[in-house]
């Protein structure tokens, strides 16, 4: 019987769930998980998840804290239950994001980082099996450094350019999550003319990520991340992760197309890649020289933060 295009990326390609939903992870067993406030406010918005957002309230309700600041620690609560609960399905690793409002801010980022992974290890959960996400931004990409130093392990998301890849890789964090989809986005709105195969821009810059990072000996892990289709995916297998949404991991499942490695350390060896040293104000120009890097690192934080505020909202109402 022939192998599923989801069996067949599996062979070299760890396929990690991009949902909040258990159900999908239970079908489609993937390595790890990862999460993010938008797929944790729809969650939280399923009835069958509301006992997380209740034992969540009812673990805070006895701080003595402003009612901001309680909203803040639920939040925490909430994300963490949600990960316990996905690393009782998965073998791997859970992806738990911070506030995006800290997205400029080290201490800050480093401060909720080390809180979460408290959470997490009070119960029971080795910190090895977590990644804490933070966007690429230069204070991110600082703040994951300093965590990394502490065995905090993180996941560098948001990233739309090669400037914050290197940086990323510099900085020795465990992951980055290149956004494929959202870079075919702003192309295909900018250019007005869809992309296929290889010459999808989301593709291309993953695949130059990759042959930089194996090139030149790091170690950092390299997860495409927000795909709007199979194709994509197909694309990329053979790259180190992929973090795949229900529907798509769905449509791989229910097909048997081949899916041929397309990227391995022997391919990136042969790429003409020149190596980059980047000090902070290297890393701005750089990362300011692509446009679509710029709109889209600012646009997610934007975004991210509109739905941490729909569950702040949610959590104020349950109050």
Not at 55 to 66: E, F, H, S, V
Not at 139 to 166: D, V, Y
Not at 217 to 243: H, P
Request: with cysteine.
């Amino acid at each position: 019987m022939a192998l599923s295009s989801l069996e067949q990326l599996k062979q070299f390609t760890k396929v990690v769930a991009d949902s909040g939903d258990f159900g999908s992870m239970r079908q489609y067993s993937p390595q790890d998980a990862t999460t993010n406030p938008s797929l944790i406010y729809k969650a939280v918005e399923m009835p069958e998840h509301r006992p997380l957002l209740d034992a969540a309230i009812k673990d805070c309700r006895g701080l003595n804290l402003p009612k901001d600041k309680k909203i803040d620690a639920i939040i925490d609560h909430l994300l963490v239950a949600f990960g316990c609960k996905i690393l009782e399905i998965v073998p791997g690793r859970v992806s738990t994001e911070t506030d995006a409002r800290l997205s400029f801010d080290t201490e800050g980022s480093i401060e909720k980082a080390r809180f979460i992974i408290s959470l997490y290890e009070k119960r029971g959960i080795p910190r090895e099996r977590v990644l804490i996400k933070i966007a690429s931004t230069w204070q991110g990409i600082k703040a994951a450094e300093a965590l990394t130093k502490e065995g905090i392990h993180c996941n560098l998301t948001l990233l739309f350019s090669l400037a914050q890849a290197i940086a990323c890789a510099e900085a020795n964090v465990q992951l980055i999550s290149p956004f494929v989809g959202r870079i075919y986005d702003w192309y295909k709105a900018k250019e007005k003319k869809d992309y296929t195969g290889a010459d999808d821009p989301g593709v291309q810059s993953v695949n130059k990520i990759y042959a930089y990072y194996k090139k030149f000996g790091y170690k950092t892990e390299v997860m495409g991340a927000s795909f709007r289709n199979v194709n994509q995916i197909v694309q990329l297998a053979g790259c180190d992760l992929l973090t795949i949404s229900p529907n798509l991991l769905a449509e791989l499942s229910k097909s048997s197309a081949p899916v041929p490695r397309k990227l391995s350390p022997e391919w990136a060896a042969s790429q003409d890649v020149q190596k980059i040293s980047l000090s902070e104000k290297a890393f701005l120009w750089m990362h300011n020289e692509d446009p679509m890097a710029v709109e889209k690192t600012s646009e997610g934080i934007r975004l991210f933060t509109v739905d941490i505020r729909k569950l702040e909202a949610q959590i104020a109402a349950a109050l």
